[in-house]
């Protein structure tokens, strides 16, 4: 029989689970609190349960703790990027950013991904598996032992398409935003998607206040269809229905993602286009230069493309922000890291956690 995953678990099941298993009720609370307070790496470390119980634990449930197979720091910007090694072998990435407001974590939400974006390094080998929640969280649990800083901030913008995994995804904010967790705000929390529209409008409906991103990247069906082939199941007049949607539900501004990449979607037409696309809607516009990527031929905007892009939308009354690249000299697009590491373990080459 699989071992049940103990730090998937809400307080309340795990409190079940003691009783079912003829433990004392408090014991609940203080595993609870090893795993998602004190971020224990395992039972051993539990000092106040006794040697009997944390041997029976062991036996019955399984414990999540990533292993960090490489830390990558930019010596630009101190941005960190860690790949981590699940349990099974597979390896996943995680970004860690220090800005003034707080410490943010971008993290992944599966290994691999099915999306197949043409720009996006982390779909290349297609999807691999969804993480559970606790190897979502013990991404941000690993960071804050390794930094010994506080995360404030959370982004699933890393390998992986958060809504492909969608119940795994809200049993992860419930675990990080509990109370008797790391209580992070749900305002801090961010979930990225390509627009994979009957789950946003589930994810609606849960009214949570995190923010919801979008990856729109083109502003007609047809340039959206070349870059993104989830553009061929949803249209943007769908998607655009649905942001309106979400506001309804959630009152959160929904933010899109822009990434430019030169001569296909940067042009002052496509930037009125844009424009037209989302007047009226609450929502925030993020302009990222595409990453290049090494398997693929997108080269990134010229920088005054970039700022003439933003000045239209700017004009037209739309809030846009160029977002700052981190950890460029780092391996700084989705999945890259990784990637890496794919392509050199077959040789057995060892990552010495510089970048190349
Ligand atoms: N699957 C989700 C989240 C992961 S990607 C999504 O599609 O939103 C996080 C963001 O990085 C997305 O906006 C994605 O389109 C973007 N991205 C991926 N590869 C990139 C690259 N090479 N350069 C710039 N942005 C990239």
Request: glycine share 6%.
């Amino acid at each position: 029989m699989e071992k049940k995953d103990i730090k998937s678990l809400t307080l309340e099941e795990l409190k079940a689970e003691m009783a079912a298993a003829g433990e004392k009720s408090f014991r609940a609370a203080q595993l609870y609190e090893w795993m998602h307070r004190k971020l224990s790496r395992s039972f051993k470390e539990m000092t106040n349960i006794p040697l009997a119980m944390k041997e029976k634990c062991g036996e019955s449930y399984h414990y999540t703790a990533l292993q960090t197979a490489a830390v990558q720091e930019s010596a630009i910007d101190g941005t960190k990027k860690y790949l981590f090694a699940l349990s099974d072998g597979n390896m996943v990435e995680s970004v860690w950013m220090r800005y003034k407001h707080g410490n943010s974590v971008c993290i992944s939400s599966q290994a691999g991904c099915r999306m197949g974006c043409r720009f996006c390094a982390s779909t290349l080998g297609g999807l691999v598996r969804n993480l559970t929640p606790s190897e979502m969280l013990d991404q941000i649990y690993a960071i804050t032992l390794e930094t010994g800083e506080r995360v404030s901030n959370v982004v699933l913008m890393g390998s992986g398409e958060p809504l492909d995994n969608y119940e795994n995804l809200l049993r992860f904010i419930t675990l990080l935003t509990d109370e008797n967790g790391l209580h992070i705000s749900q305002r801090n929390v961010t979930v990225s998607t390509c627009g994979i529209v009957p789950a946003m409008r589930s994810l609606a409906q849960e009214k949570l206040q995190i923010t919801l991103a979008l990856s729109l990247h083109a502003a007609t069906d047809e340039k959206r269809r070349e870059l993104m082939p989830i553009a061929n199941q949803y249209s943007l007049a769908e998607l655009m229905d649905c942001c309106a949607y979400y506001f309804e539900q959630t009152g959160r501004r929904i933010t899109f993602e822009y990434s430019l990449v030169r001569n296909v979607n940067d042009t002052r037409k496509d930037a009125e286009t844009l424009a037209a696309l989302i007047r009226g809607l609450n929502c925030h516009v993020n302009l990222i230069p595409v990453n290049p990527v090494r398997e693929r031929d997108y080269v990134q905007s010229e920088r005054q493309a970039v700022e003439a892009f933003a000045a239209i939308l700017e004009k037209k009354g739309i809030n846009a922000t160029v977002r700052r690249e981190m950890g460029r000299d780092i391996d700084g697009a989705c999945g890259q890291l990784r990637r890496r590491f794919l392509d050199n373990s077959p040789a057995g080459t060892k990552m010495n956690g510089k970048s190349g």
